[in-house]
């Protein structure tokens, strides 16, 4: 079992759908990060979380400490959204590397 | 403006011959990673430095060397490739430990015919 667990793994939505990945870590961590990565590309930093709620554009993500729970959200999802979307828990237990989880791969059409 | 700068964003080497590649920053962070990262895997360590100390990890191949000659600047160098190293090799930085960003070059792609 990953440290780290996502779902769904592939996600196929309509554009202006409301989309949701979730992620759940079993490892102890002092942040955790949402990271975005397009087909042959780099990796873009959405997100660092250690408690609450953070939001940027029509990006919303959310972590529940207590249950080892985040998730990401997309508003009003568009193509350009369509990528693979990676939760990673820093540190802690793993000396501060980064636990990737398997990632989901999202695919919005027009 | 790009402040993780990979480069190349493509190299193509041959079976053997070495190869470097570079990452520079402009927002003067502490630490630099480099990760490995295969077609449809997670990225996977392979060292960082915190300033000056270096950090490798247990299961980096020998093969892979770094090195950091000045905060700006960290170069991976592959000395001997294999067919098994073609990989997109990514960048990344942070201020420090714990909780801080994570700032990502766009990754160098490398091919070894």
């Known amino acids: 079992k990953n440290e780290v667990e996502q779902s769904p793994q592939n996600l196929t939505a309509q554009e202006g759908e409301f989309i949701t990945i979730n992620c759940s870590y079993s490892v102890g961590i002092s942040a955790l990060h949402w990271l975005q990565q397009h087909p042959g590309g780099g990796i873009v930093s959405l997100f660092m979380?250690?408690?609450g709620k953070k939001k940027h554009g029509r990006l919303i993500a959310t972590i529940n400490i207590q249950e080892k729970h985040s998730s990401l959200h997309i508003t009003a999802s568009h193509p350009r959204d369509s990528a693979v979307y990676i939760c990673a828990g820093r540190g802690q237990s793993s000396g501060d590397k980064l636990t990737f989880g398997t990632g989901t791969r999202l695919a919005v059409r027009p | 403006d790009a402040m993780v700068i990979q480069n190349p964003r493509y190299q193509v080497t041959q079976f053997g011959k070495p190869v470097t590649l570079s990452c520079s920053q402009t927002?003067?962070?502490?630490?630099m990673y480099w990760y490995q990262q295969k077609s449809s895997q997670a990225p996977k360590l392979l060292f960082h430095?915190?300033?000056?100390?270096?950090?490798n990890e247990a299961d980096t191949p020998d093969n892979f060397q770094s090195r950091r000659p000045n905060t700006s600047f960290c170069f991976l160098d592959i000395r001997s490739p294999g067919l098994g190293d073609a990989a997109m090799y990514l960048c990344a930085t942070s201020r420090g430990y714990g909780q801080e960003q994570l700032f990502f070059g766009s990754g160098t792609q490398l091919s070894v015919l």
């Open positions: 430095y915190y300033d000056k100390d270096f950090n």
């Open positions: 927002l003067n962070h502490n630490v």
């Open positions: 979380l250690s408690s």
